[in-house]
Nanobody, 121 residues
Framework: VQLQASGGGLVQAGGSLRLSCEASGRTFSMYTLGWFRQAPGKEREFVACIGGGGRLLVADSVKGRFTISRDNAKNAVLLQMSMLTPDDTAVYYC????????????????WGQGTLVTVSS
């Protein structure tokens, strides 16, 4: 099983980026797919997740700016990020969990390698 995240990069404050994570080795249509991020010197934090039934959980810090969606045909989860600020700078990780949507990273069984998002002021 492999999760491959992509789409990170350098963007100016106020800009947008779209992250993508494609899974292989298993069908994840009924899995919860999520995004977490980790800034330098900080713990990994929850960003957003979407359950197999479509239920969403979104962190307050990104609510209204980030949108998570899934494309089951491509076994993928997307994170559309807008109105980015320097506080959003982090390595973003996608993850998959066989259970219900959760903000707890320990619940997730599979992790991608991370993609770096840098927001300049």
């Amino acid at each position: 099983v492999q999760l491959q995240a992509s789409g990170g990069g350098l963007v100016q404050a106020g800009g947008s980026l779209r992250l993508s994570c494609e899974a292989s080795g298993r069908t994840f249509s009924m899995y919860t797919l999520g995004w977490f991020r980790q800034a330098p010197g900080k713990e990994r934090e929850f960003v957003a997740c979407i359950g197999g039934g479509g239920r969403l959980l979104v962190a307050d810090s990104v609510k209204g700016r980030f949108t998570i969606s899934r494309d089951n045909a491509k076994n993928a989860v997307l994170l559309q990020m807008s109105m980015l600020t320097p506080d959003d700078t982090a390595v973003y990780y996608c993850a998959a969990d066989a259970g219900l949507p959760s903000t707890n990273p320990r619940r997730y069984d599979y992790w991608g390698q991370g993609t770096l998002v840098t927001v300049s002021s």
